[in-house]
């Protein structure tokens, strides 16, 4: 979508919100899959409210993007404008056992961040990629640990209040891979509150996660993560294995052979492709197992 109107392009300047012509999705999400469309980086969370208020009253349609690393994309010209935040320096700030983190902020480089401040809790997290908003919004775990368990104040923007507001961690459900916060809901920054640990006792920890997902999953390549959640009790990524769906492909849209829960896009492949893989390996899993898997990987299509 491109925003044409001379009056909006001038208020965007107003508010300070950068208007990046024609930007490719691709370009912006670890599957390295999307078409284009506007893209517009908001430097302060203070000029939300009214960027959003000047959207709608010009029906402009617009979705929020964090890191790109748990997207799908479609193709070609995108119906939509895409928002994001600008990281602001510093974007993490340490004060005694609470980390405030801007949720632009780079979720493995705030890991780090907070263990060289004798901050540990999120090992498992090192090796997730994407910005700590997106961490935040659909609950970010791994190796037995979720990110919503150190959570103590979140900053969004409401769209039910159409303000910013401060909600603490005990309003919010956490719950896996899933937050009660609305679609529309934008994470601005957050609270956290972590254990102390020694740097070299969490450096130790790190490496370990590291190395347990070096091992079992494709990190070179270019994916999404995991594709589906994990039905309870039971785990997509084995059950898919079992089928033998290993290099299972539409054009270049592939199982990856690593671990079959990713899906991989191992050249050129388009949104059209890798929706297609995923319907037909849910099909089947559904026709084995008698079990319908749920997108884990949010998927903007149209
Ligand atoms: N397995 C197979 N074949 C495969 C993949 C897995 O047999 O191709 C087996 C493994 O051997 C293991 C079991 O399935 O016995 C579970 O596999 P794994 O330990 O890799 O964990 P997972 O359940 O597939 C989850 C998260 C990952 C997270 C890892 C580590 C989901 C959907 N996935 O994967 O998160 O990194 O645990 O904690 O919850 C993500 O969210 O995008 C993601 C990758």
Redesign the pocket.
Known sequence: MRIDDSKVVAALSELDVELRRSSSLAELTSLAIGGTTDLLRIKKHESIPGLLSLLDSHGVSHRFLGGGS?LLVGDSELPWVVLQLASPDPDVVVEGNFAQVDAAADLGRTVTYCAKHDLGGME?LIG?PGTVGGALRMN?????MQIGSYVREVKLYRAATRQIEILRGEQISFE??HTSFAPDDMMLAVKLELPSKAYREILQGIRICNE??RS??PLGQKS???I???PPGA????M???LGL?GLSVGDARVSD?????FVNAGKASAKDMLALIADVRERVRSAFSVELEH?VVIWNG
């Open positions: 748990n498992g997730v970010a775990g791994a190796y037995g896996y891979r347990k997902r079992s999953q999404a993560g995991c589906f959640k994990n785990s997509a990524g084995r898919i294995d079992e290993k690593r671990h079959a829960n990713f884990e």
